[in-house]
């Protein structure tokens, strides 16, 4: 596997593929009250960087950062591809974000991730890469769905 991670203009029929199933998988597993996932206009909010991964011709992932403020930022829409999961892209993409997020002199990441079984491995994940559990963070606010995490750079 060639993994490139790139940014990604949101234009193609790929991420839109892969972003629209990453929503309707969300809204299909989450209440509606408890559903962050964004849609891919909420993606392209002038705040809000999203890499695309690509083995050879084959969108397999993607990963988000969104600016909270001068010092901090969250990662969004976490997705690896149905058919390629298993293979470390969301590490590859995780370790991507967080090189970036150094790179852009924030000092914190945050995330909000579900408390449902199918998400056990992203929160496994995410605890191998050093996120401790956090409060509720921006406009989150206390939901038994979901988990806070962050992580100090």
Known sequence: MTLHITVDDLTGPAIADLLQQHVDQM??????????????????????????????????????LKHLDPTSAEIKSMRTATGAQRRGIAAALLTHLITEARNRGYHRLYLETGTADFFHP??????????QPCEPFADYRPDPNS???????
């Open 122 to 131: 992203a929160r496994t994940l995410y605890q191998r890469f050093g996120f």
């Open 27 to 64: 809204r299909a597993i989450t209440p509606p009250e408890s559903k962050h996932a964004l849609d891919l206009d909420s993606l392209r909010a002038p705040d809000i960087t999203l890499w695309s991964a690509h083995d050879g011709d084959h969108l397999v992932g993607c990963g988000a």
């Open 147 to 153: 988990v806070h995490l962050t992580l100090t750079l």
